[in-house]
């Protein structure tokens, strides 16, 4: 299907896009480019950004996940229970924070002064990783449309030829 379906794929994406390819953004240029080619368009996003993505990034996802979980929640509120228990029942004339538990409060502080940027940071890889998805998105559908109208057109091409192949067989046995 050489070049001549490249370039009908080319017009036919420039007619869809409303666009000439002189205006045409990168990322569509690409697309079509791709199309004409024939080649493939998906992949997988998630594969890309774990092969780009540091050791800080996992760390803070993985944190995040574990931050953000029930079993977290309920482990925390079993150590803070023990924590005011052993103060207060436990260790009543020696306990090493009395209440209203000061170095408790320091602690609770510390871990969300901590875990708050480290959530926001995955929270970000998050969003670019939905902005990723969205443009895949974007890309697979236009491809989508694009052959979808290619494909309209070779059926509109073959209904022209068989009709004007019937028209054609009719008018020579009206002549006979």
């Known amino acids: 299907m050489g070049t001549t379906n490249g370039n009908t794929i080319r ?23 791709r199309l004409a080619k024939r080649l493939a368009i998906s992949r997988d996003v998630n594969l890309d950004l774990e092969k780009h993505s540091t050791f800080g990034q996992r760390l803070a996802d993985k944190v995040a996940a574990i931050g953000g979980s029930w079993g977290f929640i309920i482990a925390f509120l079993v150590v803070l229970f023990g924590w005011m228990m052993l103060n207060v029942l436990v260790l009543m004339s020696g306990a090493f924070d009395p209440y209203p538990f000061i170095l408790l409060n320091l602690v609770l502080s510390t871990l969300a002064a901590i875990q708050a ?5 995955s929270q970000n890889r998050a969003a670019v990783r939905d902005r990723l998805m969205a443009t895949h998105d974007y890309e697979v559908n236009l491809k989508s449309e694009i052959e979808i109208a290619a494909l309209h057109e070779k059926l509109d091409q073959i209904r022209t030829q068989e009709l004007a192949t019937l028209i054609g067989k009719l008018e020579g046995e009206v002549r006979k």
Not at 11 to 24: F, N, P, S, Y
């Open 11 to 33: 017009e036919l994406a420039a007619r869809l896009l409303a666009m000439d390819e002189a205006k045409m953004p990168a990322a569509e240029k690409k697309l079509i480019d």
């Open 117 to 121: 940027p480290i959530i926001l940071m």
